[in-house]
T-cell receptor
Framework: GEDVEQSLFLSVREGDSSVINCTYT??????LYWYKQEPGAGLQLLTY?????DMKQDQRLTVLLNKKDKHLSLRIADTQTGDSAIYFC???????????FGSGTRLLVRP | EADIYQTPRYLVIGTGKKITLECSQT?????MYWYQQDPGMELHLIHY???????EKGDLSSESTVSRIRTEHFPLTLESARPSHTSQYLC???????????FGPGTRLTVT
């Protein structure tokens, strides 16, 4: 079945770049997404990428997609303490409209 | 920017009570979803709807029920709350073509 995996934890120093990785199993996924969740809040959509793209950049965020390896990454440049949160990747499942979420990566930014 | 609302934000109730968690969106999205989120972060889809009068059970078995009488409203009801229902409940909505989901702020439910 469909599965999305992420590492659980990442710690970086303020000002460094953060790279959060994700692997997925459904090669037919048309869209892949990155969400951010701050404590006590819902999920905020950060960005998404269409499967025919290799890269998408939006200000400090860069998404890389390697379809051959079914690997998705989110790079945050110049990471700030306000970026500390849980980051979820997700793919669109084969049962249209349902997203399959990873278990989330907790990013801690140290001053 | 998405407009999706959940009430209440926090709720503490006793075992056996009936409760309804409210979710409304003003974007006219046809698809809506309910997720239960563990303290350990993982999200579990418990109900979804493709449109008015459409409701489906999600991947995680749940003792809750939902209804979709109006496009903008997707309430979730627990007939008899139990301590195992203690969790964060997140509502979301989406609209094609890229199917991204927009989330409400969540309801933190504690059953004592």
């Amino acid at each position: 079945g469909e599965d999305v995996e992420q590492s659980l934890f990442l710690s970086v120093r303020e000002g460094d770049s953060s790279v959060i990785n994700c692997t997925y199993t459904d090669s037919s996924s048309t869209y892949l997404y990155w969400y951010k969740q701050e404590p006590g809040a819902g999920l905020q959509l950060l960005t998404y990428i269409f499967s025919n793209m290799d890269m998408k950049q939006d200000q400090r965020l860069t998404v890389l997609l390697n379809k051959k390896d079914k690997h998705l990454s989110l790079r945050i440049a110049d990471t700030q303490t306000g970026d500390s949160a849980i980051y979820f990747c997700a793919e669109i499942g084969d049962s249209s409209y349902k997203l399959i979420f990873g278990s989330g990566t907790r990013l801690l930014v140290r001053p | 920017e998405a407009d999706i609302y959940q009430t209440p934000r926090y709720l503490v109730i006793g075992t056996g009570k009936k409760i309804t968690l409210e979710c409304s969106q003003t974007m006219g999205h046809d698809k809506m979803y309910w997720y239960q989120q563990d303290p350990g972060m993982e999200l579990h889809l418990i109900h979804y709807s493709y449109g008015v009068n459409s409701t489906e059970k999600g991947d995680l078995s749940s003792e809750s029920t939902v209804s979709r009488i109006r496009t903008e409203h997707f309430p979730l009801t627990l007939e008899s709350a139990r301590p195992s229902h203690t969790s964060q409940y997140l509502c979301a909505s989406s609209y094609g073509p890229s199917y991204e989901q927009y989330f409400g702020p969540g309801t933190r439910l504690t059953v004592t």
